[in-house]
């Protein structure tokens, strides 16, 4: 599961529909979720976390602190400061 922006995902789709690579990933962006009424990205991470890896991608500074009062986000590479996260996991109480 990615969970990211408009303009992160189109590069996602593009590789999965047209080039056929990781059809396993589910792919959604800010306007997927309210057009399939799936909620905020909270809604989305916790309908799917409980069965299956999430990865988030977010840009802007409110987004990330959002993110961060409520899981662990984990980079995805040290080496690269992109705003991708992997392993997302709930944060604990009192954490």
């Given at each position: 599961?990615?969970?990211?922006?408009?303009?992160?995902?189109t590069?996602?789709?593009?590789?999965?529909?047209i080039?056929?690579?990781?059809?396993?990933?589910?792919?959604?962006?800010?306007?997927?979720?309210?057009?399939?009424?799936?909620?905020?990205?909270?809604?989305?991470?916790?309908?799917?976390?409980?069965?299956?890896?999430?990865?988030?991608?977010?840009?802007?500074?409110?987004?990330?602190?959002?993110?961060?009062?409520?899981?662990?986000?984990?980079?995805?590479?040290?080496?690269?400061?992109?705003?991708?996260?992997?392993?997302?996991a709930?944060?604990?109480?009192?954490?």
């Open positions: 599961m990615v969970v990211n922006r408009w303009s992160h995902a590069p996602l789709w593009y590789a999965q529909h080039e056929g690579k990781r059809r396993d990933l589910t792919i959604l962006d800010d306007r997927t979720r309210p057009d399939e009424g799936l909620g905020d990205i909270t809604d989305v991470i916790e309908a799917y976390l409980p069965n299956r890896p999430v990865h988030v991608i977010r840009v802007d500074p409110v987004g990330v602190s959002i993110l961060e009062r409520r899981y662990v986000l984990e980079p995805a590479d040290d080496a690269d400061p992109s705003p991708l996260a992997r392993g997302v709930r944060r604990e109480a009192g954490e």
